[in-house]
């Protein structure tokens, strides 16, 4: 994995650093010592799948409960979690405030006013700005969310540490 990594004067150093990942995706480590490494290389810039703005509503309030939980410590996180997900929230909680500035996502589903049948899904992409003692730091999250019993219920984190079953 390349990491960048930006210092107070602004420079950018790129370290190479070596990580096995379980057969499941779910868990990660680093196997070695980082090294210094170029920048890589510019990738062409897909169209993003998430062009449905989602409106303020049960899904966007969802995300932000969720996010609180995971992010600052307010609540439990397993409150949000569809049925057989296991996620533990970021511990210490880094943040003492989480805000959600934009939830987009690729069905239309998530735009409805209503929460849907149970087992629709949706996928969405919440951007977040979080609060501690030094600043306010933008962040960002790709979500699954399942509606059940007229509410959703967050299936995945897009980074692969949420798990069926497992515990991260």
């Known amino acids: 994995v390349t990491v960048a990594a930006q210092y107070a004067d602004a420079s950018v150093r790129y370290f190479a650093v070596p990580v096995a990942a379980a057969g499941d995706g779910g868990s990660f480590t680093v196997t070695g010592a980082p090294g210094v490494v ?6 062409e810039v897909t169209t993003s799948p998430y062009g449905v703005t989602v409106p303020q509503g049960e899904l966007s309030s969802t995300v932000g409960q969720f996010f609180d939980a995971y992010l600052a410590g307010a609540g439990e996180v397993e409150r949000y979690l569809a049925p057989g997900v296991r996620l533990s929230a970021v511990s210490p909680a880094p943040y003492s405030a989480v805000t959600v500035r934009q939830v987009l996502a690729v069905e239309d589903t998530a735009a409805a006013k209503k929460v849907p049948g149970d087992e629709t ?14 600043g306010q730091w933008p962040l960002a999250y790709e979500l699954e ?9 967050v299936a995945a984190l897009a980074s692969g540490i949420a798990q069926k ?4």
Not at 121 to 134: G, S
Not at 145 to 153: E, F, M, P, T, V
């Open 38 to 43: 170029a920048a890589p290389g510019r990738a």
């Open 121 to 134: 899904t949706v996928r969405v992409l919440a951007q977040v700005e979080a609060r501690d003692k030094t």
């Open 145 to 153: 969310l399942k509606a059940r019993s007229g509410r959703w219920d």
């Open 165 to 168: 079953g497992g515990r991260s």
